[in-house]
């Protein structure tokens, strides 16, 4: 299977401390984006890179937030001092610059901060 | 500021049954819509956009969606519902910058009875 991997799938930590996550979008894809969401909603975008520049962040990206696309393949999502409110599906999706615009979709990680 | 809802927060209709899941979307310029579909603890799931051209659109799993300007509308449909289809139904819109992140609705629950 050649699509977007997301891994851990799920993750469970407690207050204070720090997770990363990482993302491997499929292999000819020079996009990569991050969103993030929570019961309810929809996904919300966090952050995009274009090959290895993180050229956009929201302002839902607090300081304690950090991504990285080394290479410009493989992605990570940190957070650090992690918060229950920081609880939600990450997901992470990538796409081909010209392609139509169609985003493709990791499974997503679930983070529990307790 | 571009923004998609979805007025509905679910969706009941009996199999065989024709379905409908709507979306209305508020941009400046052309809009670039889109349908994903989320099974329970997956990601999104393409299933068509509408860039340009033919107001109907036909996506995966014999889903198609009809582009209305004047209505500003970009509802979702099927002509024969499986029970199958039973999952949360997202409409987004492509953001006008230059990163092409999506900006989605809240979600809509549909709920295919046997």
């Known amino acids: 299977d050649t699509g977007v991997s997301q891994d851990p799938r799920h993750k469970i930590t407690k207050r204070g401390q720090n997770v990363t996550f990482r993302c491997d979008p499929i292999?000819?894809?020079?996009?990569l984006y991050w969103y993030r969401q929570t019961l309810g909603q929809g996904p919300e975008f966090l952050t995009y890179?274009?090959?290895?520049?993180?050229?956009?962040k929201s302002r839902l990206l607090s300081d304690r937030f950090s991504a990285e696309r080394p290479k410009g393949s493989f992605s990570t999502l940190e957070i650090q001092r992690t918060e229950q409110g920081d609880s939600a599906m990450y997901l992470c999706?990538?796409?081909?610059?010209?392609?139509?615009?169609?985003?493709?979709f990791g499974p997503g990680t679930r983070l529990t901060v307790t | 500021a571009q923004s998609v809802a979805q007025p509905e927060d679910q969706v009941n209709v009996a199999e065989g049954n024709p379905l409908t899941v709507k979306c209305t979307y508020s941009?400046?310029?052309?809009?670039?819509l889109f349908w994903y579909v989320q099974y329970p603890n997956r990601g999104l799931q393409f299933l068509l956009k509408?860039?340009?051209?033919?107001?109907l659109v036909k996506g995966s799993y014999g889903f198609e969606a009809e582009f209305n300007k004047s209505q500003t509308s970009f509802h979702l449909k099927k002509p024969s519902a499986l029970v199958s289809d039973s999952a949360l139904y997202f409409c987004?819109?492509?953001?006008?910058?230059?990163?092409?992140?999506?900006?989605f609705g809240t979600g809509t629950r549909l709920q295919v009875f046997p």
């Open positions: 890179f274009q090959n290895e520049a993180q050229l956009e």
């Open positions: 509408y860039i340009t051209g033919d107001n």
């Open positions: 292999s000819e894809h020079n996009r």
């Open positions: 941009v400046s310029g052309n809009p670039y």
């Open positions: 999706a990538s796409s081909l610059v010209g392609n139509s615009y169609e985003q493709y």
């Open positions: 987004a819109v492509r953001d006008m910058g230059n990163t092409d992140k999506l900006i």
